[in-house]
Nanobody, 116 residues
Framework: QVQVVEAGGGLVQPGGSLRLSCAASGRLDRLSRMVWYRQVPGKEREYVAG???????EYADSVKGRFTISRDSTKNILWLQMTSLKPEDTAVYYCNVVTYGPEEYWGQGTQVTVSS
């Protein structure tokens, strides 16, 4: 079993920055990828960025150049550094952990609100 816990959300002004974290624990010996998604009420969950083990990082076009995803492989912590935040970045951000089972696990989400 794998546990996933996100943290770091909050309220920030447009143009500001936040760093989200995702801590994964449990059986992660066959880890495939760790991915950030976000969701606004009434809309589908949207892909943000992901780290694909052995392949690297990928980003949605909407966040390229503003967000940076990184991973501490020794501790299985995933980070999302968000800069130049816009009101349209407001959402609940979720961390998704996928193994080669394949099995996938989700955290409870962390709210990011960009508003003046």
């Amino acid at each position: 079993q794998v546990q996933v816990v996100e943290a770091g959300g909050g309220l920030v002004q447009p143009g500001g920055s936040l760093r989200l974290s995702c801590a994964a624990s449990g059986r992660l010996d066959r880890l495939s990828r760790m991915v950030w998604y976000r969701q606004v009420p009434g809309k589908e969950r949207e892909y943000v960025a992901g780290i694909y083990i052995g392949r690297g990082a990928e980003y949605a076009d909407s966040v390229k150049g503003r967000f940076t995803i990184s991973r501490d492989s020794t501790k299985n912590i995933l980070w999302l550094q968000m800069t130049s935040l816009k009101p349209e970045d407001t959402a609940v951000y979720y961390c998704n952990v996928v193994t080669y089972g394949p099995e996938e696990y989700w955290g409870q989400g962390t709210q990011v609100t960009v508003s003046s």
